[in-house]
């Protein structure tokens, strides 16, 4: 059972790039979310959703864009890339709301932008 | 803005003493609180959960909620060397996503 599966694990861009960040869920979870996770910090929301189509911002959503088109799929877009988006990123699924469901995480994105 | 507030430590307890790790939260409608573990380099995982004000334990932890006071805290017992991770706490936002602390690094020496 692979759970929920972010790719690549590892990738370093220039200013300026753009890059997307998959993730890919199989438990048929309505939930997903992009939390991401500088060093020594906890999670800061950036972007969630409730279900295919519908997006919402999070805490920190400047800087990066989301789509859901279908249940399984929550792909992360980082546009012209800065060294503030230096961090590790963790994508998310709830197959209920988070309030009374555990979120499960995948293994994490390390992006280092130089 | 919502915060979620943890002393970020490191708390540093001997083997087999009580770990007491704390949270503090500003939004008075939160209604679920939750405690990840997350190990150097890895993705966090769910210890417990609480909704109600009061005490709930499972094995060697304990979390107490105390909705008044907008505190919440988890107590390990017994602490181990494999319980040295970062605790992290998380506050539901509208019932539609988690808000999380800083998180408290804890260090078990045997």
């Known amino acids: 059972n692979a759970g929920v599966t972010q790719t690549p694990k590892f990738r370093i861009l220039k200013i300026g790039q753009s890059m997307t960040l998959q993730c890919a869920q199989d438990?048929?979870?309505?939930?997903m979310y992009w939390y991401r996770q500088d060093p020594g910090m906890g999670l800061k929301l950036i972007y969630y959703s409730v279900g295919a189509g519908i997006t919402d911002k999070g805490e920190v959503p400047n800087g990066y864009n989301v789509s859901r088109s279908t249940t399984e799929d929550f792909p992360l877009r980082l546009e012209l890339a800065a060294p503030s988006q230096t961090s590790v990123y963790f994508c998310?699924?709830?197959?209920?709301?988070?309030?009374?469901?555990?979120?499960?995480f995948g293994e994490g994105s390390r992006l280092t932008v130089l | 803005q919502k915060e979620v507030e943890q002393n970020s430590g490191p708390l540093s307890v001997p083997e087999g003493a009580i770990a007491s790790l704390n949270c503090t939260y500003s939004?008075?409608?939160?209604?679920?609180f939750f405690w990840y573990r997350q190990y150097s380099g890895k993705s966090p995982e769910l210890i417990m959960f609480?909704?109600?004000?009061g005490d709930k334990e499972d094995g060697r932890f304990t979390a107490q909620l105390n909705k008044a006071s907008q505190y919440v805290s988890l107590l390990i017992r017994d602490s181990q060397p494999s319980d040295s991770a970062t605790y992290l706490c998380a506050v539901n936002q509208a019932g539609t996503a988690l808000i999380f602390g800083k998180g408290t690094t804890l260090s078990v020496s045997s």
């Open positions: 438990m048929n979870h309505n939930y």
């Open positions: 998310a699924s709830s197959s209920r709301l988070p309030n009374t469901g555990e979120l499960f």
């Open positions: 609480i909704y109600s004000n």
């Open positions: 939004d008075r409608g939160s209604q679920s």
